[in-house]
């Protein structure tokens, strides 16, 4: 059974930093593209950033650019989403997704809570 | 950047009757190798999103053949034939062709 659980949310202030984690099991990790999506309270949902395979291309969503850096370790089968300088506005549940022509797998979600 | 606009935005539909959502994009979604990669997620209340459809028109597995997709270059529908209670919450579009990668505004289903 395919299964991607995320970790690392919770509440900063602004300027502040968090590195979010997704583990994932149950398929062949390092044959997919990976992705974060993230949803704000009570609105719809939003690409964030995607990395290739072997992690050597990486695509961000502009307001994200120069803040946020995604990752993979293809040997723990996780992906990372680094996030620095946060704002209020980057308030949202994350979510960690798998990639098979668009975005067929989703993680339940981590939390990010930014307010002073 | 793509802009993929829904409608309607809400829909109250009773059991068994048809739903139907429009999903249009700002520019062709056909990928230079030919594909179209627009897809089709629903999230029910407080749940994660789930996708239905892939590449316009392929279900996912296990996802009941009620569900179609159709459409092609910027036009795209998902048609739910025989409503359930199940299919209540949020249906979104999303397009893989084109980074940023985008999603619809997403079309609120409940139950007339």
């Known amino acids: 059974e395919v299964e991607l659980v995320e970790s690392g949310g919770g509440l900063v202030h602004p300027g502040e930093s968090l590195r979010l984690s997704c583990a994932t099991s149950?398929?062949?990790?390092?044959?997919?593209?990976m992705t974060w999506a993230r949803q704000a309270p009570g609105k719809g949902l939003e690409w964030v950033a995607t990395?290739?395979?072997?992690?050597?291309?990486?695509y961000y969503v502009d307001s994200v650019k120069g803040r946020f850096t995604i990752s993979r370790d293809n040997a723990k089968n996780s992906v990372f989403l680094q996030m620095n300088s946060l704002r209020v506005e980057d308030s949202a549940v994350y979510f960690c997704?798998?990639?098979?022509?668009?975005?067929?797998?989703w993680g339940q979600g981590t939390r990010v809570t930014v307010s002073s | 950047d793509v802009v993929l606009t829904q409608s309607p935005l809400s829909l109250s539909v009773t059991l068994g009757q048809p739903a139907s959502i429009s999903c249009r994009s700002s520019?062709?979604?056909?990928?230079?190798?030919?594909?179209?990669?627009i897809s089709w997620i629903h999230q029910r209340p407080g749940q994660s999103p789930r996708r239905l459809i892939y590449k316009v028109s392929i279900r996912d597995s296990g996802v009941p053949d009620r569900f179609s997709g159709s459409g092609s270059v910027t036009d795209f529908t998902l048609k739910i034939s025989r409503v359930e209670a199940e299919d209540v919450g949020v249906y979104y579009c999303i397009q893989n062709t084109d980074r940023p990668f985008t999603f619809g505004q997403g079309t609120k289903l409940d139950i007339k």
């Open positions: 997704v798998r990639e098979f022509w668009g975005p067929d797998q």
């Open positions: 149950g398929f062949n990790f390092v044959r997919y593209w």
């Open positions: 990395t290739t395979q072997d992690g050597s291309e990486k």
């Open positions: 520019q062709s979604l056909v990928h230079r190798g030919g594909d179209t990669f």
